[in-house]
């Protein structure tokens, strides 16, 4: 039951990275992205801030082993994110 909050947090980042792809599919294809795109960073940030939340949280019960998992996890997160960012900056470039 401990580990079970950072398995919902990984499974909602997948959502989000789900989310993001399809954004940029139908980028890819001169679609709206809107809807996608906007549930997706919603998704992304509530995520990623119950994730520094839980890892606060477990630093100062001396859990630090979960503390360890969630920053890991957190910063795989953020990496996501930049990939993500990256990946949307250059099509909209090819795009212009």
Known sequence: SRIWPIFGASNQLVAALALFVASLWFLMRNKPTAYTLVLAIF??????????????????????????????LLVLSLVMAGEVYQAFRNKRGKNR
Do not use: D
């Open 43 to 72: 998704m992304f940030l509530t995520t990623t801030a119950a994730l520094g939340i839980q890892c606060m949280t477990y630093v100062r019960s001396g859990q630090y082993f979960l503390a360890g998992l969630s920053a890991v």
